[in-house]
């Protein structure tokens, strides 16, 4: 209970921030350019093909790993499909700076505070490459790490651009289909690694609260 009043007090200082600029698909087609994304930005990533939501929640595998699962959710409005983008670890990227195509991110569960994670544990229904949520704030490794590929000509990841995001330790791009879930997750879709590129491992950053780019002093 008092993990989700935390995220609830954390998403409402993000929004009432004047730094902050809140933003969805339907705001960013607006603009000709798109929302830049930013390190400390929370936002929603949507799979292209199926238009659903990167989701996770307090509720552990039935299999593989036991760790926490993650899902594709068809709703636009739920607070567990939100994300925080870090940098990684080591490096000098801070809140605020933008983010090149083939930069090495981590995404933090805004609720739950664990990390999207891979390793070579089999999916639940497709036996490809278990996604799960791992660790916390004082707790993560390699297998927290994404690179960003920005598909097409843009150099830094914009709210109007497809991606996809692939793991660094095993070589998935992260991947969803239609496949969905029949009992504790009834009507979410399967969320796995794939080291194949196809068009189901296309995503692009929906609704979030966007962080602007910090101006160099």
């Known amino acids: 209970m008092a993990l989700g009043f935390f995220a609830l007090a954390l998403f409402l200082f993000l929004v009432?921030?004047?730094?902050?600029?809140?933003?969805?698909?339907?705001?960013?087609?607006?603009?000709?350019?798109?929302?830049?994304?930013?390190y400390g930005t929370v936002l929603k990533l949507m799979h292209e093909k199926t238009k659903f939501r990167l989701h996770s929640h307090d509720v552990p595998?039935?299999?593989?790993?036991?760790?926490q699962s993650v899902t594709g959710f068809p709703n636009v409005d739920d607070a567990n499909s939100y994300w925080i983008v870090r940098p990684q670890p080591g490096t000098s990227s801070k809140?605020?700076?933008a983010i090149k195509s083939g930069t090495i991110i981590k995404l933090q569960h805004m609720r739950t505070r664990k990390w999207l994670h891979s390793h070579l544990h089999a999916s639940p229904i497709t036996g490809n490459l278990e996604v799960s949520?791992?660790?916390?704030?004082?707790?993560?490794?390699t297998g927290d790490y994404w690179r960003l590929l920005i598909e097409g000509s843009g150099k830094t990841w914009k709210q109007d651009q497809r991606i996809r995001l692939q793991h660094v330790d095993t070589g998935g791009y992260l991947h969803s289909h239609d496949k969905k879930y029949t009992r504790i997750a009834g009507g979410q879709q399967e969320v796995c690694g794939l080291r194949e590129k196809r068009a189901d491992n296309v995503w692009l950053a929906a609704e979030g609260v966007y962080l602007p780019i910090t101006e160099s002093k």
């Open 61 to 67: 595998y039935g299999s593989g790993s036991g760790q």
């Open 95 to 97: 809140q605020g700076d």
């Open 133 to 141: 949520c791992f660790g916390g704030e004082g707790e993560s490794d």
């Open 16 to 38: 009432l921030d004047p730094d902050y600029v809140y933003s969805s698909p339907a705001s960013a087609a607006a603009s000709s350019e798109g929302v830049e994304i930013t």
